[in-house]
């Protein structure tokens, strides 16, 4: 990587930082675990085909998508967190600024490298649900659940751009422990807002309006439920989502380039 890093290039350079972050996934094991997930998931149509009554393709497409966002966040928070702690802790970064490379194509890289991580964990267990619902004999919902598992990674990327933030500054211990509290917090965030607008509360209104706007609306990604019925989210929900994602993920990148290039290491 080091070759790549001195290259005059900022793009060669944030892809081989990105490179070099999927290496290390690969090496942490975080991708075998897709093989227990996958074997599960089979397990689960095999049975289900015997204790249910015509309903083993929407309990394995429920059971699927959330497993795969539950799993998915908790790779995006874990390794996520650890994405500059890490290099911080080895000391690699006085060997990476070395070289012609600043701090903002360092995240960039982080961000991208972990991003590729979870596209292929995201895609490896969603062949997994397809070939499970291919077993118990549903063609249609094997083809139908993908527009649903795009969203699934999406969302998966605002979270891992939080949890990058949260590294550049934070322990990795609090780092997850505030993310996580961001992806409960942005799956209730428009239930919160409505509950104070019931509450005839002023400064409640105030802060679940805030939190509403600031923090992540990830409902905005959630289809599983409606996947299971074989419904397919229309485009311009998945242009929203995406270009949602797109535009948060640059503002917390920003921040997060902000907050790490004033950070002193010595």
């Known amino acids: ?19 070099n972050t999927f290496r290390e996934a690969i090496r942490d094991r975080v991708l075998y675990n897709l093989v227990v997930f996958v074997l599960l998931i089979t397990a689960c149509a095999i049975l289900l085909g015997e204790l249910t009554a015509g309903q083993e393709a929407r309990t394995i497409v429920n059971i699927g998508l959330n497993a795969m966002l539950i799993f998915g966040t908790f790779i995006a928070i874990f390794v996520g967190v650890g994405l500059v702690s890490k290099e911080i ?5 006085f060997n990476i600024f070395s070289k012609p490379v600043n701090r903002t194509e ?3 890289g982080k961000f991208f490298g972990l991003c590729l991580t979870l596209l292929i964990n995201v895609a490896v267990m969603g062949i997994g649900v397809s070939l499970a619902l291919l077993y118990v004999g549903d063609r249609s919902l094997a083809g139908t ?5 795009a969203l699934i990674f999406v969302e998966l990327t605002i979270t891992t751009a939080v ?11 609090l780092s997850a422990l505030l993310t996580f509290f961001v992806f409960i917090i942005g799956h209730m965030s428009a239930s919160l807002r409505e509950l104070a607008a019931g509450m005839n509360s002023r400064s409640a209104a105030f802060v679940f309006e805030a939190i509403y706007y600031v923090l992540p609306n990830l409902a905005l990604f959630s ?7 074989s419904l397919v989210p229309n485009a311009s929900m998945i242009a929203y989502g995406l270009v949602y994602a797109v535009m948060y993920s640059i503002i ?14 010595k």
Request: glycine letters at 4%.
């Open 1 to 19: 990587m080091s070759g790549q890093l001195s290259t005059g290039n900022p793009f060669s350079r944030i892809l081989a930082i990105a490179g």
């Open 252 to 265: 917390l990148l920003a921040l997060t380039s902000m907050i790490f290039s004033r950070r002193n290491f």
């Open 223 to 229: 289809f599983r439920t409606e996947a299971a019925n």
């Open 145 to 149: 659940i993908w527009p649903a598992i």
């Open 106 to 108: 360092f995240i960039i």
């Open 163 to 173: 949890a990058t933030m949260f590294s550049s500054f934070s322990t990795p211990a």
């Open 89 to 93: 802790e080895k000391r690699t970064v």
